[in-house]
């Protein structure tokens, strides 16, 4: 049978994704090769987000080609994912040697169609139609299909955005909100915790608008609230997490279930994009910068150590400097965790491409620049404030910086580096923090409720 090599750019969904593909290829006797270079079968699964992640892929693929030709291997090339949605058949037109282009909700064709293509019955396939149902697609585990056993598993719950912030191109690239049922999420996850997972990352574009429409709320609990309810009462399950929300999705409701579930872990990430309330209208964000700080300081007095993320643009078109500042000065109060911070990026067909007063290239540089330094320092600082303390740890397995040691990740979802061993994994312990390194936490097994050591030691 062939072998497939899937690298994937942009977010957790697409890794999901990918994920999913790979299930699918194995459970029909594919092999995952262990790089791009001696693959049957190469798949890029894209992001549209920003330029460069287009940019990126297209050189790529470019690349394998020109290899590939050099080598006289013919692999099959495929795009996936979102830029396979936008931009369809204009890739083979580019780049004559791809064969196959499948969009954001045809994942689950991957199969058939590279079966196609193996056996000459296609010489290029090109599938960006629409499918309605294809938000339940998504659903095999690679572990489960190589029969390994995994900590940590994404479940997807729902596909597409209806947001529409003037900057984004995923509601075009994952079209509109499609959730599954409470029911199908709650069968997969108890699948998966019976064969070992002890964490759940529950994925969408805006997870706090799952179910919407399908489920009104009950007692004040929205459709999103429910479904927490529903995977927390899992019994061997030992976290959950989600990603993303939508900060205007927080309702009182989504505030208490941090209170009220203690599976739900401390950590909220919060795309809050800008500081400026002019600007977040103009992005049509939902919010005001006011209700933004309320909302953490709500969460903060529910959960005092959870962990807070964010996204920042910087140089949205008219972004004055003091406008930034507005951003910079957010960031100061609310002291972060972690940003993910980006330069704005024009995408095709976005109102925002089309606004006026666009910040010219080099001044979203030193932007980008000056917010750079002051949240990684804010960041730096959050984490040395851990440093002795005690911290609850879920064990991933061998450490991806130093695959001597083990890690794993506290509830407010910080990386922990330590001396571990296999037989640890799945397992939470108490480490106590020694040290910093760059987004990550060095820990020692702790023993909890003691000062004295439990045997002294006597000299003979
Ligand atoms: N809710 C989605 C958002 C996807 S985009 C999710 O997080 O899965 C992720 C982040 O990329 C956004 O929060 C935003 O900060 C950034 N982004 C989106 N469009 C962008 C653009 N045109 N230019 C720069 N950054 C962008
Ligand atoms: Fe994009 Fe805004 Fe939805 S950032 S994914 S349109 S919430």
């Not at 940019?55 to 495929?78: E, H, T, V």
């Amino acid at each position: 049978m062939p072998s497939v090599f899937i690298k994937t750019y942009g977010c957790q969904m697409n890794e999901r994704d990918s994920e999913a593909v790979a299930a699918q290829l194995v459970a029909k006797g594919y092999s995952l090769a262990p790089n791009e270079w001696v693959a049957d079968v190469v798949l890029l699964n894209t992001c549209s987000v920003r330029d460069q992640a287009e940019q990126k892929a297209i050189g790529k693929m470019g690349n394998l080609i020109g290899q590939s030709k050099k080598s006289g291997r013919a692999p099959i090339f495929g795009f996936l994912g979102c830029m396979a949605q936008s931009r369809g058949r204009e890739l083979i037109d580019s780049l004559p040697e791809v064969d196959l282009v499948l969009g954001t909700q045809k994942f689950h064709r991957a199969a058939e169609y590279l079966d196609s293509l193996l056996h000459g019955r296609a010489r290029k396939v090109v599938d960006v139609e629409e499918e309605s149902g294809s938000q339940g697609t998504i659903r095999e585990h690679l572990a489960a299909a190589e029969g390994r056993k995994a900590v940590s598993a994404f479940v997807s719950i729902m596909q597409g955005c209806n947001q529409h912030c003037t900057f984004c191109i995923v509601p075009d690239t994952r079209g509109p909100e499609r959730s599954r049922t409470i029911p199908e999420v709650v069968a997969e996850c108890e699948q998966l915790v019976e064969q070992g997972v002890r964490e759940i990352t529950l994925l969408g574009q805006i997870v706090t608008s799952f179910g919407r429409r399908e489920y009104p709320a009950v007692d004040g609990r929205s459709g999103f609230v429910q479904l927490l309810d529903a995977v927390h009462l899992i019994p061997g399950l030992e976290r959950i997490r989600f990603t993303s929300p939508h900060p205007k999705g927080y309702g009182r409701d989504l505030v208490e279930a941090y209170g009220r579930l203690p599976k739900l872990v401390e950590h909220a990430h919060l795309p809050v994009q800008s500081g400026s309330n002019r600007i977040l209208k103009l992005m049509h964000r939902g919010y005001t910068r006011e209700r933004f700080l309320e909302l953490v300081q709500e969460l903060r007095s529910v959960k005092p150590d959870m962990g807070v993320t964010t996204d920042i643009i910087v140089g949205f078109p008219g972004e004055t400097e003091a406008e930034f500042q507005e951003t910079v000065d957010l960031c100061e109060s609310v002291q972060f965790d972690q940003v993910y911070l980006f330069k704005y990026s024009p995408r095709r067909g976005t109102p925002a491409a089309e606004m006026e007063n666009p910040v010219a290239e080099e001044v979203i540089e030193d932007r980008h620049q000056r917010l750079l330094t002051i949240i990684n320092d804010i960041a730096m600082r959050r984490y040395e404030a851990l440093v002795g303390k005690t911290q609850e740890i879920l064990v991933e397995g061998p450490s991806r910086r130093n695959p001597a040691r083990y890690e794993g990740r506290t509830r407010s979802n910080k990386i922990v580096v330590f001396d571990g061993s296999e037989r640890q994994k799945g397992q939470v312990l108490t480490l106590k923090i020694e040290r910093v390194g760059s987004f990550t936490l060095y820990g020692d097994p702790a023993i909890v409720g003691l000062d004295e050591p439990l045997v002294e030691v006597q000299a003979a």
